[in-house]
């Protein structure tokens, strides 16, 4: 079956514009995580959601960076004023529940100048 | 907070030459321990859960263990199609409503030499 997708695969962009990143997951999945992996670090957890529940933010870098997920399904992580350090993979994941296992997309690669 | 290590950064086998990647955490409760292979410009691609410790898994040259404080993947006679970044996380069983999210090593990086 289709696995998850994102897109665009490669975004560059000028600091201080906006950036949509955009992820379907995997049919029937409820759980939707994002993170971000950038160069010389590992995947960190930016923002996690669960069914039609209050998304965890826990780990977000800055308000800068905010998500939704409209009707349970795609999700959309947004970079409003992008900066330098923004610049990294930015990857999504889904699972059929939150401590089930996570299925990755491919990455947006974003890099801002 | 939860930490996750891995050994070798990085690692350069012959064709055949048969070797171990090591990844030790501390975590509060662990839930879950997951191995993903990364290749150059994909996604992380799921290969093994552990759940407890002493619990091996197996998928074609690769040998998944766990004990209490180290996970190991074990390669046999691996091929060049096995080069990639071997990624290890684990998932702590934390109250629940909380999002069960992964923490990464910063993965192994693996070179099989025809």
């Known amino acids: 079956g289709a696995g998850v997708s994102q897109s665009p695969s490669n975004k560059v962009t000028e600091k201080g514009k906006d950036v949509e990143l955009r992820c379907d997951p995997i049919?029937?999945?409820?759980?939707l995580y994002w993170y971000r992996q950038s160069l010389g670090q590992g995947l960190e957890f930016l923002i996690y959601?669960?069914?039609?529940?209050?998304?965890?933010k826990s780990g977000l870098p800055s308000d800068r960076f905010s998500a939704e997920r409209t009707g349970g399904s795609v999700s959309t992580l947004t970079i409003q004023r992008t900066q330098q350090e923004d610049s990294a993979v930015y990857l999504c994941?889904?699972?059929?529940?939150?401590?089930?296992?996570?299925?990755f997309g491919p990455g947006t690669r974003l890099l801002v100048l | 907070e939860d930490q996750v290590t891995q050994s070798p950064e990085a690692l350069r086998l012959q064709e055949g030459e048969s070797s171990s990647l090591n990844c030790s955490y501390t975590?509060?409760?662990?839930?879950?321990l997951f191995w993903y292979r990364q290749d150059p410009g994909k996604g992380p691609e799921f290969l093994f859960t552990?759940?407890?410790a002493g619990e091996e898994k197996e998928k074609e040259r690769l040998k998944a263990t766990l004990t209490k404080k180290e996970s190991f993947l074990h390669i046999t006679a691996p091929k060049p199609e096995d080069s990639a970044t071997y990624l290890c996380?684990?998932?702590?069983?934390?109250?629940?409503?909380?999002?069960?999210?992964?923490?990464f090593g910063s993965g192994t990086q693996l070179t099989v030499l025809p």
């Open positions: 994941a889904s699972s059929s529940d939150r401590g089930k296992t996570q299925y």
């Open positions: 049919s029937g999945h409820t759980a």
């Open positions: 959601f669960q069914g039609n529940s209050a998304p965890d």
């Open positions: 975590v509060s409760g662990l839930r879950g």
């Open positions: 552990l759940y407890s």
């Open positions: 996380a684990v998932q702590a069983g934390v109250a629940s409503g909380s999002a069960r999210q992964l923490t």
